[in-house]
Structures are given as C-alpha cells and as structure tokens.
C-alpha cells in the first residue's frame, strides 16, 4: 500500500513536473491565459495553479528598471571600440592579401607557368600574364608603402628585361621596356613621397628607388656607349655555316635614349658618363655593380628578383603586424 | 524574416566589421543581460560593469561564434553567467550571498513603508525567496521566467540536458511556493 501509495506520488509529480513544463511555456508565451492552462490539465489543476501564478508574479517580480545613462555610455564606447577594431583588421587583411592572392594566383595558373612568366621577356608568350600578375600584385597593395615598394619592383624587372632583350639583339623592345620603366619608377617615388607625407618612414624604399635609378642609369650608359660603338663602323663579323653569326657580334646601332629618373628631369647624359662596355664595344651583360645596395644583391636574375620582391613583401608583414 | 534569421544576419554584418550592427546588437540585449546579472549580484554598479564586460567579450569573440545547438542567445547569456561567478570569485562566497539580498534589503521608500499591502513589497518578498534558492533552481527561474528560454536554451547555458532543466524549475516553483506562505 506505500509503495503503490509512493509509487502514485512518484507518477503525480512526474505528471505534474511535465503539465508546469508545458503550460509554463504556453503561459510566458503568452499563448494561454492562467485558467485556460488550469483547464488542460482538469486532475493537476489545483496543484498546478498556485505554481503558475507564482510564475507570472515571479516574471514581474524580476523585471528590472535599466539605467538609461549606463546603457548610453557604454554603448558609445563599445561601438567605438566596435570600429578600431574593424579597422585593425581591415589594415592587417590588406598587408596579407597581396601575399594571399599573389599565392593564389600562383597556385591558379600553374606554379609552373607562373615561374616560366616570371622570367619572360616582351618577346614571350608568357609576357601578358606576367603583366597581369604585376597589375594584380600592384591592386592589391593597398598602402602606399607596398606600392612603392611593388612599382619599384616592376621597374627592376622591365631593366632586366631590357638587358635580356639587348643580350638577345631584341632592339625593337627597348622604347616600350624603357618607356614602362619610367613609369613604374615614377609611380614608385610618387607613393614613396605620399608615405613620407603619411608620416612613414622611407628610409628603405627611398634607398631601393635610388638604386633602381642609379641601375637604370647604368643601363642607359651602356646602351648609348654601344650606340657611339655602332656608329663608328661595323666590326668584322664572322659567320658558321649555318649563316649565324658569331663571335663578337655587333647589336645593331642603338639610338641615344633619353629618359627620366621618374621625376620628369633628364638624367644626365649617359653618354658623357663615360663608357664601360668591353673592349669590342658590346655593352656588358653581366650584373650591374657600383655601389647598389639591393637587399638580395644583383638583380639580373628574375629568379632573384621576384624572390627578393617576395621577401620585402614578408620582411613589410612582418614588420606592420599588429 | 523569423527572428532567429534576423539575428543571424545581424551577426553576420558584426562579423564582417560592421559596427553599427554591433550597437543594434547591444540595444537588443542589453536590459536582459543586465536584469540577469542585477537579480543576481544586487548591485546596480556591479551589473552596468559586468554587462559591459559581456558585451566587451562579444565583440572580441564573435568572429569565432558559429550558430550551432541553442544560438546566440544561450551564449550570449553563457558568458553573463560565467562573469557573474567570476565576479564572485573575486569577491569571496560570503560576498555571494550579501549580494543576493542586498536588492531586497535595501531601505524601502516610504510609500512603500505605508503601504505593506502593496505590490512592490511582494515581489520584494518574492525576489527574496529566490535568493533562497539553490543556484542551479535559481538560473533556471531567472532564466525561464526573465528571459522565457526554452528548456534546451537553459540546458546550453547551464550545461545541462533539458531534462535536468524540467527538473530544476519544478523543484524551484515547489520551493517557492512553500516559502511564499500566502500562496
């Protein structure tokens, strides 16, 4: 008899456990009124009552008068921080997205066929999806310190095409290579300057910028010197063969090039700088010395360039990280 | 658009950076955050920091908050939860159990003096009662009956299956009830 007695008040709270439960929802809901919850459980309704009206007073009971002032204050702060750091982390997505999207354009195009264009010339098919890895490479930078930093780099790969393309006898490339070269230094020094203005420091770019300059300088000595050398009078040429020429072949007659060092003014003279071609007048192929103070040494070598640029691009992360 | 997509999308806009989402997000659960925490430390003061610090831990964290289980809401209030035994945890137990009644033991006005009768005393009374709960009936009062969470939004909260959850609240009303003599 108490067993069943206990068993019966095991079973009513259990019922009444799950009538609370499922009126108490229907009550704060709204969903039902107190006598309508007491309706839908007829044989609960005497226990289940005072617990539901508990419940309701319970709710008022616990509603509590927010302090507008506090409320203010420290939504103003909270949504100022909100802003800072939306913008911290806009800053330090736009220092990784040149690496990111320059690592998916990689990967995209074939890491292949991104390594062969690195090293094409003007005369390449690779060539346009080089440029268009350049342009996507200056997109994406979004300060004007990593601008600099990517048109210089632009501006030392169209010096080493412009060697390649002179190695190779390619004349018909020099105006355009020349004329881009100008370009990206110009665009170089003016994001330089608008960092200074920022407040940045420049030191580094300003010195890369400088050597690029005294390296396309170089360049254009030489070119002028093989101009005066080519002017003087054909050299005796001999030929296989095959009808190829070789020994010490003779570029053919390069026009004096004048062009600026990215500010509009006229570089002296290369042809009064004196010559430092090779004794047969052909202008010297190797890597440009002279005091360049390049952060990975000559830059000749696309491999090297590209590598190097890749570098100031970490080298910049690392040092902008938040 | 149902709620639930109306939140999500809200916390969406936060995630992406966009603080004036933020700020509609504070607007929208300010007073219930910080109704918990004052029916739970007492103190004006203590519940505007501790909301604050809720709402600080939101907009660091949200950016790894992925919508899974109960939502937004149980971790909005997990977090609440969490800074309120925190705040304890500093205090000292003995600061606990002030805390709890110091909202109810605080001078009453006089019109409420004059008038025993009056409602405001009652939920005074009743405010009390829940205090003498234990915390786990308590976290289920108030978050039932402040904030009309579901069984399964309280289970994520407390850590704890809806069927404890039933449970808690039944054995919390009866509490109450045998200590609210006049019900």
């Known amino acids: 008899m108490n067993e069943e007695l206990e068993k019966n008040g095991q079973g009513s709270g259990s019922r009444l456990q799950a009538a609370l439960d499922g009126e108490l929802g229907r009550l704060l809901d709204g969903k039902a009124g107190l006598e309508e919850c007491c309706a839908a459980n007829q044989e609960l309704a005497a226990e289940l009552r005072p617990l539901l009206q508990l419940a309701l007073s319970g709710r008022e009971a616990l509603q509590a008068e927010v302090p507008t002032a506090a409320r203010e204050k420290t939504r103003g702060k909270l949504v100022a921080q909100a802003r800072s750091l939306s913008m911290q982390r806009r800053s330090s997505l736009a220092l990784l997205r040149p690496l990111v999207l320059a690592a998916g354009l990689f990967v995209l195009l ?12 003007p005369d390449s098919r690779l060539y346009p999806l080089k440029q268009r890895l350049e342009l996507a490479h200056t997109t994406l930078a979004m300060q004007n310190l990593d601008q600099a930093r990517a048109e210089n780099s632009h501006a030392n790969a169209r010096l080493d095409e412009l060697q390649k393309m002179l190695d190779n006898n390619r004349q018909e490339y020099v105006s355009d290579l020349l004329a881009c070269y100008d370009k ?9 300057r608008s960092a200074a203005a920022d407040g940045e420091d420049t030191a580094e770019i300003d010195a890369l910028i400088q050597s690029t300059r005294l390296r396309h300088e170089e360049m254009l000595r030489k070119i002028s010197a093989a101009s005066v050398a080519g002017e003087a009078g054909p050299q005796p040429v001999t030929q296989d063969e095959t009808g190829a020429n070789s ?22 003279d ?10 047969d007048g052909t202008p010297d192929s190797g890597g440009h010395d002279g005091g360049s103070s390049h952060d ?27 | 658009m149902t ?19 933020f700020g509609q997000l504070y607007d929208r659960f300010y007073d219930p955050v910080y109704s918990y925490v004052l029916r739970q430390t007492g103190s004006r003061a203590d519940a505007e920091d ?18 899974r289980g109960a939502g937004f809401v149980a971790w909005l209030f997990r977090i609440a939860r969490n800074d309120v035994l925190d705040h304890f945890r500093r205090l000292g137990r003995s600061a606990r159990e002030t805390a709890l009644t110091e909202d109810v033991m605080e001078q009453p006005s006089e019109a409420l003096v004059e008038d025993l009768a009056n409602k405001a005393w009652d939920d005074r009374e009743l405010r009390l009662a829940i205090t003498e709960l234990t915390e786990e009936q308590q976290q289920v009062v108030l978050l039932k009956l402040m904030m009309n969470f579901s069984n399964r939004q309280i289970g994520e909260v ?18 109450l009830r045998k200590r609210m003599k006049k019900w």
């Open chain 1, 110 to 121: 074939f890491a292949g066929t991104a390594v062969a264009s690195s090293e094409a010339g």
């Open chain 1, 184 to 192: 990206s230094i110009s665009d170089a020094t003016a994001h330089a």
């Open chain 2, 3 to 21: 709620e639930k997509r109306e939140l999500s999308r809200l916390i969406k806009r936060i995630q992406k950076g966009d603080a004036d989402a």
């Open chain 1, 270 to 279: 290369a042809a009064h700088a004196g010559s430092e071609s090779g004794g």
């Open chain 2, 50 to 67: 501790i909301t604050a610090e809720v709402f600080l831990y939101v907009l660091e964290k949200i950016d790894g908050f992925s919508w």
């Open chain 1, 296 to 322: 990975g040494g000559s830059q000749s070598s696309p491999e090297r360039e590209d590598g190097n640029s890749h570098n100031e691009e970490s080298s910049h992360n690392e040092s902008s990280s938040h």
């Open chain 1, 247 to 268: 020994g010490s072949a003779q570029p053919a007659a390069v026009e004096p090039i004048e062009s600026t060092d990215g500010t509009g003014a006229p570089v002296e």
């Open chain 2, 158 to 175: 407390l850590g704890k299956s809806e069927g404890s959850v039933k449970a808690l609240m039944h054995r919390a009303m009866l509490a």
